[in-house]
């Protein structure tokens, strides 16, 4: 008998390649305003973006602020006066387009959807993540998808979790294994649902946490260690 039945997959970086889409969404973005020294903007634009979305996981600011925000925060370390939301609707606009797959993922999902169930969990907003899910072709291989922005809670938190669990028809705590990149959003979550969490951490990255994953991989390929 398998261990686990029910597979909660995050989407950016972890099935889908999110670096390397928002690289080519902002660097489209930039080229249409004319920005000078793009990749300094964009290493500036990382380390605001990053600290906003910490901010918004430990609960001090909400997700509108972050979006409506940090192109404005940006460009004003720049001297430059802009409209964030307009700026972000743009940039949303090419990040829409961007839905290339992580090394191996597509394959492995298809193989698994035979005898598991699989669900995304996702937080951004929810036209972007279903149009870049549809364009991937994505959704013949999941039983639903659950997004942040229509849950009304963001990972890591609790009720995020629970709203998904209250989704799933028979669910079991103890069949359920949720497979993210990030400690902070996926597997934080999962530990405080009471979910098994593996970290996919294709980039090694030392964990110098109190988040401690059941199980750790770098490639998707060693997903059939774990479930086996």
Request: aromatic fraction near 16%; hydrophobic fraction near 20%; charge should be positive.
């Given at each position: 008998m398998k261990k686990y039945n029910t597979l909660l997959f995050d989407l950016d970086d972890t099935i889908l390649d999110f670096t390397k889409g928002e690289k080519a969404a902002l660097t489209a973005l930039f080229e249409e305003m004319k920005v000078e020294n793009v990749q300094d903007v964009m290493k500036d634009y990382a380390v605001i973006?990053?600290?906003l979305w910490n901010d918004m996981e430990n609960g001090k600011i909400g997700r509108d602020y972050v979006l409506n925000n940090r192109f404005s925060m940006l460009f004003k370390?720049?001297?430059i006066d802009v409209d964030g939301k307009e700026i972000e609707k743009r940039y949303r606009?090419?990040?829409d387009l961007?839905?290339?797959?992580?090394d191996g993922a597509e394959e492995i999902l298809k193989d698994l959807?035979?005898?598991y169930k699989l669900y995304l969990i996702t937080n951004g907003v929810s036209k972007t993540q279903f149009k870049r899910i549809k364009d991937a072709k994505l959704e013949k291989c999941l039983e639903e998808v659950f997004v942040s922005e229509d849950?009304?809670?963001q990972k890591p938190a609790r009720e995020f979790f629970e709203a998904v669990i209250k989704r799933i028809p028979d669910f079991e705590l103890r069949k359920a294994l949720v497979i993210g990149d990030s400690l902070t959003a996926d597997i934080k979550g999962g530990i405080s649902a009471g979910i098994d969490t593996c970290w996919f951490n294709p980039n090694k990255i030392e964990n110098h946490t109190d988040v401690?994953?059941?199980y750790e991989?770098?490639?998707f390929q060693e997903i059939y260690d774990v479930l086996n």
């Open positions: 973006n990053k600290s370390k720049y001297n606009h090419y990040l961007q839905h290339e797959y992580m959807c035979k005898d849950i009304g809670y401690k994953p059941d991989i770098i490639s």
